[in-house]
């Protein structure tokens, strides 16, 4: 059990990696439709969240109690409990802190900036999942395994 235990937190820590690559990408993704949106039609921020509820972000902002009266709190409050690294974090905030604050031209703009800013984050996270998931298992397996000769 203790074998076991020691590989499911290996396990545990390496799908970590994978879920961070897993949302920048579904970031990714959401920028390039809201860019598409903006550029062909003028609808307001909470039809475009409410439009895109294939993404996670847009799916758990539009179930938040007050996507109606803040749909931008509500988009922030999304990546907070979709991002747990700061860097992501704050990548993040400024992405949806520009969100309606300028005319469409503005936006657009905002928009590739934020997908090129998100480009050296996602290969950070590819990298980091390439080189550190296998990591993070053995290290789960050996400490499992170290600890049931120590106790043998």
């Not at 409050?77 to 974090?89: A, H, K, N, V």
């Amino acid at each position: 059990m203790i074998l076991l235990s020691g590989l499911c937190l290996g396990l545990q820590q390496s799908r970590k990696l994978a879920k961070r690559e897993e949302a920048l990408l579904d970031l990714k993704g959401l920028i390039q439709r809201f860019r598409t949106e903006m550029h062909y039609s003028t609808r307001p921020l909470n039809e475009l969240i409410s439009g895109n509820q294939d993404s996670r972000f847009c799916c758990i902002a539009a179930n938040d109690p007050d996507f109606l009266l803040f749909p931008k709190e509500a988009l922030k409050r999304s990546g907070e409990r979709l991002f747990y690294e700061t860097s992501d974090l704050e990548l993040y905030h400024g992405f949806v802190k520009g969100l309606g604050e300028s005319d469409v031209q503005g936006q657009i703009e905002h928009l590739a900036l934020y997908e090129n800013l998100l480009e050296a984050h996602l290969f950070q996270a590819r990298e980091n999942r390439e080189k550190k998931s296998r990591l993070y298992v053995c290290f789960g397996l050996f400490g499992g395994i170290t600890l049931c000769l120590l106790l043998w």
